[in-house]
């Protein structure tokens, strides 16, 4: 089914924060999208729109039902819908919305890409991921590859004929990449030999396009141990020949397929390279710095699983929103007598209470994926280093949350969903199960939620003493400063201004804590602390939604009053139900709380 | 070869209809392009393309007539890949159409066009006229409701399955010619142009516009005619008595008895 309440709405929320919160129209002034005209972005995001609405959703289904399968050759099938909604995304010029025209892109701002996006993520997930991958992929070798490389590989992959993917873990080598083990071999001809096997790879095998790029982390042949000694290497499916028509085989063996609770069109495999035959990679970027060169595809693919985690929950709170204003059942509490009407379960204020519950978690979120994004443009855009360097750290900072947050809170809007349709929504009759299951998956990969506290606490905040902390926080305090004098704002400035206080005060006794050289306790609840940081974050991001919103109030037409109404109720929603949670987990952060830490092992 | 591809703009028909001094009010309408004229474009592309290479072998040029300052439908057409666009400049709500089809007429002869394309009708009147008109006008042969559309190059000529009453008719219109769209037009393999591989697999339904088709559109010429400039005169033989919204449904009757159901079928609905 095509969903359309999810798309006319996000349509709407997509032009909002576009338009007027991100004003992303101002990015034409730098002289980068000069190409574009004032009204291009949105209407190229209402394509988007209509594309997924019309190619992406009606499969979704059947990507579910129908798993992935491999044949006894080793080659798999998938739905035939599947290959029939890429060609026509492929055909769309999606594959290359952000992408630099002289490569084969319409060069649009990272920002718009990202916005087309959120459409196909609340249409298809599993099926945008494939063109996601390779997106990360080509931007991956635009920014390290060789010439040779590029010349062979790139334009394919913008055009959709080669797809890629990202190699890195391992069987014993997961969330711990230090410990890989797949081994590269130098060759007389500069190439390497791959040797070794690779586990959780999503869109490792398929014949959905003439070619696979794999970019796989591997170990160079005497290279140091840990972190240090992995390089990335371009690995094909097949060789391509010099003019550029396709060779043999190369050595990437399908080992097995991955059966998931959810995400199911995305096929995800177990490869070994160089099992069977040799399997010649070359390398991108320098000797053993593969991680950081692989850490530029990963911050992307981050904010993108984010907002994938954003749009799953979008999708969830239209559809049981719809169902909420249709379906009649009970009575007020006050109006109980049987000859009394029933009412929509939308009139049930524990309903609203869950509605409006997903709504902040899944608008605030497409607020902060949308707001980062154009962080990102803003950087490649600008001119001069202090203002890359302001932007490197709130990105630096900003990634981990905008990765785990969403995954955290889009799942819990999707459980809501559910629980507002009740038995129905625990049915395959309606969506809401799938999309639970499909974003339960956002939480675990490109670095668990876990691993994006650590991240967060051990590494992002603690960088250069704090100064990519001190620049969110005085980007925060920016805002507050803005809207305080607006009175219908300012519940929502004193709450904020105190959160941001809090976590400051936080932040500091846990640094103090860290110079103590306890690190283990400094890291114990890493995950509360992202999860408190998240939650101001998202507060900042409502506090710049209701004050656009605020400032419309006025010119706006009865239908935009509804919508904008809606904003600021919702941010004082968040306010006054989600934000005093902080204070919570700074209590424990603050004490450095140890009863997890502590835990005797034999004792669970 | 150049292909006229008639299109118009419709009140959104998924819209409630409203009514005002005797008329449908349309002065808050949301205006979308007609259903029938985007499988009309659709076909006009596939005649035209090499759906593999990409390359064109024919010209599409898409035509509307409407008040030139409300001619967004045709960047629409545009964008989805017609080469470019006529305004004819006069208020459609205006005319009848006999004078829409002369319009037409004169524009296909100015272009020296080979043939014409139209949906089968716009659904907004449902009026089914205008390409029999067109014909009629310009003495050209029709083949109306297309399912199915062959070029054949070699006999200049376009070979046309209809659905009939009873079952499938396949009729032979020489160019220059005038065909006229039904849905099934559009589906993956019901046009063939002789240069795309006729086992090729379209994606049922007229396509979407892709990025580039879009930021293009708005390049693309778009020449601004008057009737005028046609010698047509633009009016209407036909005037409006009257436009009323259907009487409001009466409110259900719960009954006692079965006795009284059938009395009230009988006496009161008259349906027994």
């Known amino acids: 089914m095509s969903r359309p309440e999810v798309f006319a709405a996000l349509r709407r929320d997509l032009a909002f924060l576009l338009d007027e919160v991100l004003d992303v129209g101002a990015l034409r002034s730098t002289g980068a999208f000069s190409q574009f005209d004032a009204d291009d972005f949105g209407t190229l995001v209402d394509a988007a729109i209509e594309a997924a609405a019309k190619l992406f959703a009606p499969c979704a289904e059947v990507l579910d039902a129908e798993e992935p399968a491999m044949r006894p050759d080793g080659s798999v099938c998938v739905p035939d819908e599947l290959a029939t909604a890429l060609n026509a995304y492929i055909e769309g010029g999606y594959l290359g919305a952000a992408l630099p025209e002289d490569v084969g892109g319409m060069g649009l701002p990272y920002v718009i890409a990202q916005a087309m996006y959120a459409a196909f993520f609340a249409a298809n997930a599993p099926a945008a991921a494939y063109p996601m991958l390779t997106a990360a992929a080509a931007n991956v070798l635009r920014a390290f590859g060789t010439d040779a490389q590029k010349a062979t590989f790139l334009r394919p992959m913008v055009e959709g004929r080669y797809f890629g993917t990202m190699v890195l873990s391992e069987p014993e080598a997961g969330s711990s990449l230090a410990d890989l083990r797949t081994r590269a071999i130098p060759q007389a001809d500069g190439t390497y030999h791959i040797v070794g096997n690779k586990m959780w790879i999503s869109g490792g095998e398929h014949d959905l396009s003439e070619n696979i790029v794999h970019l796989v982390l591997a170990r160079i042949e005497g290279a140091p141990a840990g972190i240090k000694g992995i390089s990335m290497f371009l690995v094909p499916k097949r060789r391509v020949n010099p003019d550029g028509t396709l060779g043999p085989l190369n050595g990437v063996t399908l080992t097995g397929l991955n059966h998931k609770m959810g995400y199911r069109g995305t096929i995800n495999t177990a490869l070994a390279f160089g099992a069977d035959a040799p399997c010649v990679g070359t390398l991108v970027g320098t000797e053993h710095r593969g991680m950081a060169t692989m850490f530029h595809m990963m911050n992307e693919a981050r904010t993108g699983v984010g907002l994938g985690a954003t749009m799953m929950g979008y999708a969830g709170y239209r559809v049981s929103l719809e169902y909420a204003r249709e379906r009649v059942q009970g009575r007020h509490p006050d109006r109980r007598g049987a000859d009394e009407p029933a009412v929509p379960i939308l009139e049930h204020a524990d309903v609203r209470r869950m509605l409006l519950t997903q709504k902040v978690y899944v608008e605030g979120g497409l607020g902060l994926g949308l707001y980062c994004a154009k962080l990102i443009d803003e950087h490649a855009t600008a001119t001069d280093a202090e203002t890359k360097e302001a932007l490197d750290d709130l990105l630096a900072v900003l990634t981990p949350i905008a990765k785990a947050w969403p995954s955290e809170f889009g799942p819990r809007a999707n459980d809501l969903a559910i629980q507002v349709l009740g038995g129905a929504g625990y049915t395959r009759d309606w969506p809401l199960e799938r999309y639970y299951r499909d974003n339960r998956l956002n939480p675990i990969h490109e670095g668990t939620n876990g691993i994006q506290g650590l991240d967060l606490l051990g590494r992002k905040v603690t960088a250069h003493q704090g100064r990519a902390f001190r620049r969110l926080l005085a980007a925060i305090r920016a805002s507050i400063g803005r809207f305080e004098s607006v009175e219908a704002l300012q519940e929502l400035t004193t709450a904020l201004d105190g959160a941001v206080g809090l976590v400051a005060e936080t932040t500091m006794k846990l640094g103090a804590a860290a110079m103590g050289g306890n690190v283990r306790l400094f890291l114990a609840n890493a995950t509360e602390y992202l999860h408190m940081l998240g939650h101001v974050v998202i507060a900042w991001m409502w506090l710049e939604q209701a004050g656009t919103a605020a400032a419309r109030m006025d010119q706006a037409s009865e239908d935009d009053r509804a919508f904008l109404e809606g904003k600021l109720h919702a941010a004082r929603f968040f306010t006054r139900y989600e934000l005093p949670r902080i204070e919570r987990q700074a209590a424990l952060l603050q004490r450095l709380d140890d009863t997890a830490l502590t835990m005797p092992a034999g004792a669970f | ?272």
């Open chain 2, 1 to 272: 070869m150049k292909i006229l591809v008639t299109v118009k703009r419709i009140p959104d028909p998924d819209a409630s209809v409203k009514f005002a001094n005797g008329a449908v009010d349309t002065s808050s309408a949301k205006w979308v392009p007609n259903e029938f004229d985007q499988y009309a474009v659709e076909t006009a592309l596939r005649l035209a393309e090499d759906a593999k290479s990409k390359k064109r072998h024919a010209e599409i040029v898409v035509c509307s007539v409407c008040p030139a300052a409300q001619r967004q439908h045709i960047t629409t057409f545009l964008a989805m890949g017609a080469d470019r666009g006529v305004v004819v400049d006069a208020d459609d709500t205006a005319l009848d159409s006999q004078a829409v089809a002369k319009l037409i007429a004169g524009v296909f002869k100015k272009e020296g066009a080979d043939l014409l394309v139209c949906g089968k009708l716009s659904q907004d009147t449902e009026g089914n006229e205008v390409g029999q008109r067109v014909a009629g006008l310009l003495d050209l042969p029709i083949a109306s409701f297309a399912g199915g559309v062959t070029w054949d190059q070699d006999g200049k000529a376009m070979v046309v399955s209809r659905e009939v009453d009873d079952g499938v008719e396949t009729k032979k219109v020489p160019l220059p010619s005038v065909i006229t769209c039904d849905l099934r037009v559009v589906l993956p393999q019901s046009v063939k142009n002789g240069v795309t591989p006729d086992d090729y697999t379209y994606n049922e339904g007229p396509r979407l516009a892709s990025l580039r088709g879009i930021t293009m559109a708005k390049r693309k010429k778009v020449e601004q005619l008057k009737p005028a400039d046609l010698d047509v005169e633009a009016g209407s033989a036909i005037s409006n008595t009257g436009v009323n919204p259907p009487p409001a449904r009466a409110a259900g009757q719960i009954v006692e008895s079965v006795e009284q159901l059938v009395e009230k079928l009988a006496t009161e609905a008259k349906v027994l």
